[in-house]
């Protein structure tokens, strides 16, 4: 746990001269490439790449302290390390491994669509083949500015790595996770590699892999709400009196914290085999995100809604955990199957 403390305190640390006076343009503009390679010089785009990789190779509660609480400051980036280190490394392998190298140290950026897997995605990829290579539009990709791009293709069933003939169509500015620069793009590449030949099963694998870091990034987006919210009742007065003098509202954002603490204890000590607890914990953590953030909104306000209080980032986001990165009805099923120990629920 002291490990674990200092490297919450040297990710803050970072987080407050790094990120926070960032944080707008980051929503507006994307994450650029100089926070990239901060992120990377600190070791954090890379924490879970291998040494040889470029990346550091530290453990998994050591992983989800550095998520939690970049998060808390902006969920782009937060989610921008999860997709480095939780979905493309894992699907990179050691099939692209100077790729890698380059993901690592922030050098280059992968745009990864997974809305072919996602429930109640409309959009799926174009991808046909055109002489040696291929031509057509993923969207919804994430990175979508990317030096690379990772897209299945629904012909031959295959997930594909391409590395050039990537062009950036129209971003969509009313995602959430405005900072990982979210679109549809237009490729047209015969340099590429395949990563899966099953590609649509090797993506669903790894979003039923990510329970505890959108759990992470859950709770880090509800701190940061809700560490807004208890700053902001200090200081705003009613007849003469601070917020946070009145029962409703001292009560209510005391209640929030209990839960978050309670949530983050259960975070830190949970153990990485046991399935039943880890996807308890996801599914516990991005329904009070939702709540604490929706909370922090309503005490601000109409200020709430602004975008330079640096509140309904939080909101959107906590929104968007479980429409980019889960599959809620197929959680559910996950659940009912650890708690009854067979398939359950599907009538």
Partial sequence: MEEQDLLRSAVREFALKSIQDRALKIEHEGIDRGLLQSLASQGFLGARIHEKYGGSGIDLHG???????????SPSVAALVMLVNSVQA????????????KLASGEATVATSLSDVLEGSWTATTLQKSGTGFKGVVEMSSLHNGEFAMAL???????YLFKNGIKALEEDSGLSFRGLSNGSLEISSGDFTVLSQNGEEALKSIVDSLDLEVAAIALGTAKGALDK????????KTFERPL????????????????YLSLSSFLDTVDENDSRAKLTLKILSVDFAKRATKASLQYHGGYGYIEDTGVEKFYRDAMGLSILFQRPHHDSMRLSKEIFGEKSGYL
């Fill in 63 to 73: 992983y989800l302290t550095i998520i939690n609480e970049l998060a808390t400051f």
């Fill in 90 to 101: 894992p699907l990179l392998g050691d099939a692209e491994p100077e790729s890698l190298k």
């Fill in 153 to 159: 293709n629904r012909e031959d069933g295959h997930l």
């Fill in 229 to 236: 919210a208890i700053e902001y009742v200090k200081v705003r």
């Fill in 244 to 259: 946070k003098d009145y029962g409703p509202v001292a009560n209510g954002l005391s209640r929030l914290m209990a839960e």
